[in-house]
C-alpha cells in the first residue's frame, strides 16, 4: 500500500469515532466499505462517486481532498475547498508534456481551494518554491503512522532462506528510491544479506534485478510486496533498515523502523532530516565503499535497548493519527466557523 492508502486506512476509522456533533460525515468509499464506519456518515461510492454525490439531499459546506491526485470536487460555489498537498516529486520525475500537465494540474487545484495544507515543511517550501499562492493559508500537519502491533516472536522466519543478519528496506521499486545504491555497496558488508521488499510492478524492477544480478554477490534480493505481518518480522529482526531515497514528501518507513526499535540509515535528502532528526545516520555520500563504512560504524553503536533506540522510539511516537486527525478536526471547525 502506498502513502496515500495507508493514510486513508488509519485516518478514516478515527475521525468516524471522533465525537462531533457539530459536523456530519460523508466518506468517499471503495463499495465493499459503505457502512463500515458506521450510519452515522453518509457514504459515496468511488464506482458511482458522480451519481451518488448527486443524489445527496444535502449542502456540502466542506470538501476536504486528501491528496493532490484526487480531481473530484464536490459542493457549490459556497463550498469551503480544503485540498491537501504530499509531494511536488513530478518536478524531479516527469519530463517535457507529463511534466507540464501535472503542473498546471496542480496549479488549477491550488487555485481554486480555499485553504491549503501538506505533510511536512519540506513540501511546504517546495509549494512556496514553484508556485505563486499569494496568501492564501498554508499550513503542515504531519502524517502520522499507525500505532505498532505486538512484536512478532523471535523465531517463526517467514522462510527458512532469512536466517542469519540482514538489512531491510521497503518502498515501491522505482528510480527515486535510490535502492540501487545499496546492491554495490553490499559486497563491502560481507556476511549480511539485503532485502529489498515493495511493490515492483515499475519498469524500473527489471533495472534493480538485473544490477542485483551482476552485482548482488547472492546476498541481495527483491522480494516484491509482503503482508503487514512480514513487515512487522523484518522490521523487528533486520540489523539496520536502510533508506536512500531521493524524493520523500515525508517517508513513513523510517518511522515505521523506530517503532520497533531498529536503526535507520537515511539519505539527506527531501524530507528525510526534517522527519528523522536526530534520530537517524546519515549518508553523505553514496559511493559504495563509504555507505558501507557509515553502515558498519552505525550498527556498532546501536543496541535495541540502548538509550539512543529509545528515543528514536519516543520520536517516532509523536508521529502518530490520533495527533493528525484532531489538528484536521480542528482545521474543519475553524473553516467551517468562517463561513458562518
Known amino acids: 500500500m502506498n502513502g496515500f492508502g495507508e493514510i486513508a486506512r488509519n485516518y478514516a476509522p478515527l475521525l468516524a469515532k471522533a465525537s462531533l456533533p457539530d459536523i456530519h460525515l460523508i466518506f468517499i468509499v471503495p463499495d465493499e466499505k459503505v457502512g463500515a464506519f458506521g450510519?452515522?456518515?453518509?457514504?459515496?461510492?468511488?464506482?458511482?462517486?458522480?451519481?451518488?454525490?448527486?443524489k445527496l439531499e444535502c449542502l456540502i459546506d466542506l470538501w476536504h481532498a486528501t491528496d493532490q491526485q484526487y480531481?473530484?470536487?464536490?459542493?457549490?460555489?459556497?463550498?469551503?475547498?480544503?485540498l491537501t498537498v504530499h509531494d511536488l516529486n513530478f518536478l524531479r520525475e516527469k519530463s517535457g508534456?507529463?511534466?507540464?500537465?501535472?503542473?498546471?494540474?496542480?496549479?488549477?487545484?491550488?487555485?481554486?481551494?480555499?485553504?491549503?495544507?501538506?505533510?511536512s515543511q519540506y513540501v511546504k517550501d517546495d509549494i512556496l518554491k514553484h508556485y505563486h499562492i499569494g496568501q492564501k493559508p498554508l499550513d503542515v500537519i504531519y502524517n502520522g503512522i499507525g500505532a505498532p502491533p505486538n512484536l512478532p516472536?523471535?523465531?517463526?522466519?517467514?522462510?527458512?532462506?532469512?536466517?542469519?543478519?540482514?538489512?531491510?528496506?521497503?518502498?515501491?521499486?522505482?528510480?527515486?528510491?535510490?535502492?540501487?545504491?545499496?546492491?554495490?555497496?553490499?559486497?563491502?558488508l560481507p556476511g549480511?544479506?539485503?532485502?529489498?521488499?515493495?511493490?515492483?510492478?515499475?519498469?524500473?524492477?527489471?533495472?534493480?534485478?538485473?544490477?542485483?544480478e551482476k552485482e548482488g554477490d547472492g546476498r541481495v534480493f527483491l522480494m516484491g510486496k509482503i503482508s503487514d505481518e512480514e513487515k512487522r518480522w523484518?522490521?523487528?529482526?533486520?540489523?539496520?533498515?536502510?533508506?536512500?531515497s531521493r524524493l520523500e514528501g515525508f517517508g513513513i518507513p523510517v518511522l515505521?523502523?523506530?517503532?520497533?526499535?531498529?536503526?535507520?540509515?537515511?539519505?539527506?535528502?527531501?524530507?528525510?532530516?526534517?522527519?528523522?532528526?536526530?534520530?537517524?545516520?546519515y549518508w553523505d555520500s553514496f559511493e559504495p565503499e563509504s555507505m558501507a563504512d557509515v553502515v558498519r560504524q552505525g550498527i556498532a553503536a546501536w543496541k535495541?535497548?540502548?538509550?539512543?533506540?529509545?528515543?528514536?522510539?519516543?520520536?517516532?511516537?509523536?508521529?502518530?493519527?490520533?495527533?493528525?486527525?484532531?489538528?484536521y478536526i480542528r482545521l474543519y471547525r475553524q473553516l467551517l466557523a468562517a463561513c458562518k
Request: aromatic letters at 12%; a positive charge.
Open 39 to 54: 450510519p452515522h456518515i453518509d457514504y459515496i461510492r468511488r464506482s458511482r462517486k458522480r451519481e451518488d454525490l448527486r
Open 71 to 82: 480531481h473530484l470536487r464536490g459542493g457549490d460555489k459556497k463550498t469551503i475547498q480544503l
Open 97 to 119: 508534456l507529463h511534466r507540464w500537465r501535472h503542473i498546471i494540474q496542480l496549479n488549477w487545484r491550488m487555485r481554486h481551494s480555499d485553504h491549503l495544507t501538506c505533510i
Open 153 to 188: 516472536e523471535r523465531g517463526g522466519l517467514p522462510t527458512e532462506s532469512l536466517a542469519g543478519p540482514f538489512f531491510f528496506t521497503i518502498g515501491q521499486i522505482r528510480e527515486k528510491k535510490n535502492f540501487q545504491t545499496l546492491v554495490p555497496m553490499m559486497k563491502y
Open 192 to 212: 549480511y544479506r539485503l532485502y529489498i521488499c515493495g511493490d515492483d510492478h515499475f519498469a524500473f524492477a527489471k533495472e534493480l534485478r538485473a544490477l542485483i
Open 234 to 244: 523484518f522490521y523487528s529482526h533486520a540489523e539496520a533498515f536502510l533508506f536512500p
Open 256 to 281: 515505521e523502523a523506530m517503532r520497533y526499535r531498529c536503526k535507520v540509515f537515511s539519505s539527506r535528502l527531501s524530507s528525510l532530516p526534517e522527519v528523522c532528526g536526530e534520530h537517524a545516520t
Open 304 to 327: 535495541k535497548d540502548g538509550p539512543q533506540a529509545t528515543a528514536a522510539l519516543n520520536h517516532s511516537l509523536s508521529f502518530n493519527y490520533e495527533a493528525y486527525t484532531d489538528s
